[in-house]
């Protein structure tokens, strides 16, 4: 018997359809955010001070984008993937961004992701071998993700001010 595909709206990534539901807050299959839970299992185990769950978390989040989720969540994981990429912030330095950020009442844009999203998935990320060759590709994972929102890079450094003026 053939087993059937489902296609990740976010990512693109085909897999086995599992009928898990799709998660509310992130336009994704459930059998994608099912990858990502293995990934939080893993990247939440390492206790490293630089924090590399938030790194991952903004990569999802951004790449995973759209309908179901929160504008909030878009903008803090553009946002956090920014300060990464562009100003070396380590995962626990975005985190905390993200907690000043999360002290001001802001209405945050309802940002349209990017069509292409899926040339490094979290699919990839966990076939890695564990350690520092998956490490290194949650790196990676996060500059690609932020490469593909070129569009609203303006947007996301105004955004980011307060954070860097602080």
Not at 73 to 87: K, W
Request: aromatic content about 10%; hydrophobic content about 40%.
């Amino acid at each position: 018997m053939k087993q059937s595909i489902v296609k990740c709206p976010g990512c693109g990534l085909l897999l086995a359809n599992q009928s898990i539901a799709e998660p509310p807050r992130y336009h994704a299959s459930g059998e994608c955010m099912e990858l990502y839970n293995q990934l939080s299992y893993y990247t939440m185990s390492h206790g490293q001070e630089a924090f590399i769950h938030q790194l991952s978390l903004d990569a999802y989040g951004a790449q995973h984008a759209g309908e179901g989720s929160r504008p909030i969540t878009t903008a803090f994981s553009l946002i956090g993937l920014y300060l990464v990429v562009e100003h070396g912030f380590t995962g626990r330095q975005v985190q905390q961004a993200h907690m000043e950020l999360g002290r001001k009442k802001t209405e945050w844009p309802d940002l349209t992701p990017p069509r292409a999203m899926g040339a490094i998935t979290v699919q990839d990320v966990l076939q890695a071998e564990a350690g520092p060759v998956r490490d290194a590709l949650i790196e990676e994972w996060v500059r690609y993700v932020w490469s593909t929102w070129s569009y609203a890079h303006d947007w996301v450094r105004e955004a980011a001010k307060p954070i860097l003026t602080a």
